[in-house]
C-alpha cells in the first residue's frame, strides 16, 4: 500500500514538472558574443552587454555624474588586460548629441565625458554612457551601458 502511493506521488511530481515546462531548454537566449553590431546604440534607454569570455575579462567603471556635469570612465584591468587593443566611452547626452573618447589600456588609465549639467529645459536628465573594449583577436565587447543622472544638492 505504501509503495503505491509512493510511486503516485512520484508520478504527481513528474507530470506537474512535465506540464510546467521547467525540463525543456530555453530557444532563442543567446547573448551576442563581441559583435561590431552592437556599436551603433541609439537613444538613452541602456541596451544588454556582450558576455566577456573568462579569459578576456576586463572591468571599466563609469563613475557618478559630478556637480560640473563630468563622467569619469576609469579601466580597472582585470584577466584579458594584455589583449586589449582599444577601449572606447561613448556618451549620449540628453539632447541626443554624443561625445567619443579613447581610453588607455593600463590600468587605471582614465577619460571624462562631458555630460549635461542640468541646464534649463535639461534639468535632472540622464545621459547615456556605453564603454566599448577592442581585443587583440578583432572581437569587441560592450562591457557598460549605463545612465548617469546630474546630482543636485538635497
Known amino acids: 500500500m505504501r509503495s503505491k502511493m509512493v510511486i503516485t506521488v512520484i508520478s504527481l511530481v513528474c507530470m ?17 558574443t563581441g ?19 573568462d579569459y578576456n575579462a576586463v572591468t571599466v567603471d563609469v563613475g557618478e555624474k559630478q556637480y560640473d556635469g563630468t563622467i569619469p570612465v576609469t579601466f580597472q584591468g582585470g584577466m584579458g588586460q594584455i ?3 582599444k577601449i572606447e566611452a561613448k ?13 588607455g589600456a593600463n590600468k587605471g588609465d582614465s577619460a571624462e565625458l562631458q555630460g549635461t549639467r542640468g541646464e534649463p529645459g535639461l534639468r535632472g536628465q540622464p545621459d547615456r554612457v556605453e564603454v566599448f573594449v ?17 546630482r543636485t544638492r538635497g
Open 83 to 85: 589583449h586589449v587593443k
Open 35 to 53: 559583435s561590431q553590431a552592437t556599436q551603433g546604440g541609439t537613444g538613452l534607454s541602456p541596451g544588454p552587454t556582450d558576455v566577456v569570455p
Open 134 to 150: 577592442t581585443m587583440d583577436n578583432g572581437h569587441t565587447y560592450k562591457v557598460a551601458d549605463v545612465l548617469r543622472e546630474y
Open 91 to 103: 556618451l549620449t547626452r540628453t539632447d541626443g548629441t554624443t561625445e567619443a573618447k579613447t581610453i
Open 16 to 32: 506537474a514538472v512535465v506540464m510546467s515546462g521547467c525540463t525543456g531548454s530555453q530557444i532563442g537566449t543567446e547573448t551576442p
